[in-house]
């Protein structure tokens, strides 16, 4: 099967996208950027390989006489999960256990990380129930957020400091997010998930061995976003997140005029004629004031997670009024209000409607908006961000369709993938010493060859 | 940082290369000399009227340009802000105020003489009269001040000519007269002019020599060498117009051979894409800017800002036979004088003229002579050609506003959008 790949190299987050022979989305996957560029473009892609398995097995099972029950692939889904994060965990445990001198394994410091990780390893189990609550889809935030917790309750009782356990952490969960994904993942964790998965209907066998065994080829990959310089694909192979953001947007809303895109570092407004072209943009100049990293700053100086800011703000009754989106004097201007008695979520009120307003510049720049518009981007996932912005379009604009995709943080990489997909291969495929002859790649070509 | 490769370079630019070196070292000299000089500005300029008096000038503006060009203007701005100019204020200025701080050293490496007259012959930038006003409290010498009636209506009229004229005439020649203890000399005026005008001549071909494919020319990065001599020190002289002869010639052999422009990096081998610029080009990193357009195979056909001193390629030339009235008509023509209709309509032109793919806007943070209405612009202008245009911001010669990452990802979905919409065309 013939595949092609868009891959969005953001400040925060790389996304991937794979587009199946008829241009239908097969896949997307995740992962958190870090330093190695070139490993989170391949745990993007990897991801989105298994999300495209996934897919594929969704598409087997529909074809099939014998109907499947409702929620037996999450189920399977689930296991899966929980198998490639016991996967992660154990290689984090290794590396772990290689940071404390042997003298002192069997010590104090051995015991309490092998306390730790035989915990965790329990909790996964609830976190990949049905129904289990997850705080995020990256192996670093789930292991760091549960390895911490723990490590905080076993330093209390003895003298192992809890400094030291956390500095073990962070140290080698570096190591273990750099290391490129596991080559055979969908095979060997599905199989592992049949396993524990007793009471699978027994037709999801058959069907599982025949999605191993598609040939997943990827024809052409392009690659976009901030880091796209560092993306191992050849120059031609490479577009402006602009035109991938313009014609993403117009591939989820066909009638999309203009596009905002509020992502990490940047904000960009972008406006497409009716076959999805960029007809203008502008976007932040070298200050990033404003931009999604903003929210990231509040969100750490008032201790609370990223996604709990914008329901928070959304309980605001008199949003203060703020200019300033420097993101520098952002914790200064937070103090000063709580301290002169303003409500915390009125204060995070106008600090949404702040960054509005600052995007509303920019979109006023590019043209305004004059018809159908979709907001995209990290930022689009916050209520209180969405809701200042329908507001003041509707106040600047009128009453427009305003389009928010639940995948809106695909955007970019979906308008990649749609590049990829209408100019012909005739470059060589992006690391192409690990694609060679059979014209997979990555985390999904020994998945296929081991199936074949 | 650029990786700096050796150029062959050609005639044209060792002889300017000598040309500039020569003024400097008259200026190093001057006190041990006795020749005088006088401080002033590109924009509509007095350079034949000023040396007509066997006066040296002196610009500030280049000077600063070229600081940032050396790697010196951080530290200069560093020195006037701890004099208490804020982060705002015009960059030359300050980088010009840290120079004079810091010595005074020219580009070259020389000493520069205290000014004997500041002269400011264009008041469309008031930030020019706010300099002046520092320089002389500094230098605390004579300042002739000529008010220059902006183009609100489009165009010069009768009155505003005989203001300029009658300002030349009653303020700025009876000073010129007092600092050089000369008699004012209109037949050696002429003279001068009649050179301006030759030399004006071949830089016109030089520009319009953009309009062939490939351009032998980027008339933005390369255009501001170009216009060097003439919009500085050197209109009028016979240095002038024996190297515009040369540089005419070399562009036009290009042209002929069908060769693209040369950049510091070498001969660009493929032309992609054929820009209108709007704007001053940032000095501080001008070769790693150019790169990011040579890279991409953008030639700049036509540019505003190598209009600042004059726009001659629309017809103005110095007359000899109207000494003052072309001078006053020169200070009243330069860019930044012309309304926005007018320059809308002649970058529009340009876009038609030179067939280029759009207009890409340099918005400098800290010049408002240039960036006042630079968006309105924009949309009329790709209105009226329905080429797309883009925006970038960098500044003169403050190297912290200039962000590498950003312009280049501006520029590069700029040209990508150019890119997409031909493909759609031909589609």
Sequence with gaps: MKLHVGIDLGSTTTKAVILGDAGTILGRGITNSRSNYKVACDVALGEALISTRFALLENACAQKGTPIAEGVLTRLELLFRKQQFLTQLAALAEVVRSFIPARERSGVAGKRVETIFQSMEKEADEMFRPGGHRKSDFFRDLAGSMYLRLAESLAQKDEMPFDRLVGLFDKAILDVENRPPGSDNFGVHARAAM?????????????????????????????????????????????????????????????????????????????????????????????????????????????????????????????????????????????????????????????????????????????????????????????????????????????????????????????????????????????????????????????????? | MVEKTAVQKEDSQIRQKTMIAEHYTRLANAPDTGEKNVYTFVPGNLTELIRSFDLLPVLPEINALQSAMRGKSRDYIAIAEKLGHSEDVCTYVKCDLGMMKSGNVGPTGERLPRPDLLLLSYTGCFTFMKWFEILREEYDCPVAMLHVPYQAEGKITDSMRDYVVGQLRDKVIPLLEQVSGKRYDEARLCEMLARSARAEDDLVAVLNAARHRPSPIDAYFGGVYYIGPIFSAFRGTEDAVVYYRLLRAEVEERARQKLGPVTPDGPMERERFRLVVEGPPNWTSFREFWKMFSDEGAVVVASTYTKVGGVYDLGFRHDPARPLETLAEYCMGCYTNLSLPNRVGMISRYIEDFDADGLLINSIKSCNSFSAGQLMMLREVERRTGRPGGFIESDLVDPRYFSAANIKNRLESYLQMIEQKRGARTA
């Design chain 1, 195 to 452: 396993a524990e998965f007793t009471d699978a209907p027994p037709v999801l066998h058959g069907v599982i061995m025949e999605t191993v065994s598609v040939l997943l080829e990827v024809e052409r990959s392009v690659g976009t976003g901030y880091g796209r310089a560092t993306l191992p694909f050849p120059k031609e192979q490479i577009r402006s997140e602009i035109l991938c953001h313009g014609l993403g947007a117009h591939a989820m809303f066909p009638n999309t005029r203009s596009v905002l895109d509020i992502g990490g570092q940047d904000t960009k407004a972008i406006q497409v004629d009716e076959r999805g072209i960029v007809t203008s943009f502008q976007m932040n100049d070298r200050c990033a004031a404003g931009c999604g990293r903003y929210l990231g700053y509040i969100a750490d100086e008032m201790n609370v997670g990223l996604q709990e800011l914008g329901p928070m703000a959304c309980q605001s009754t008199r949003p203060a009024r703020i200019n300033s989106t420097c993101t520098v004097f952002a914790g200064a201007e937070l103090r000063e209000r709580l301290s002169l008695g303003e409500k915390r979520e009125d204060i995070l009120a106008g600090l949404h409607r702040a960054i509005i307003l600052r995007a509303m510049s920019l979109l006023a720049r590019s043209g305004g908006v004059s018809n159908e518009f979709t907001f995209t981007g990290g930022v689009a996932r916050n209520p209180a961000a969405v809701n200042a912005l329908r507001g003041l379009v509707t106040e600047n604009y009128g009453a427009l369709t305003m389009n928010i995709s639940p995948d809106s943080i695909y955007t970019g990489a979906l308008g990649a993938a749609l590049f990829a997909s209408r100019t012909p291969s005739t470059e060589p495929l992006p690391g192409s010493d690990e694609a060679s002859a059979t014209g997979n790649r990555g985390a999904d070509s020994n998945a296929s060859k081991e199936a074949a």
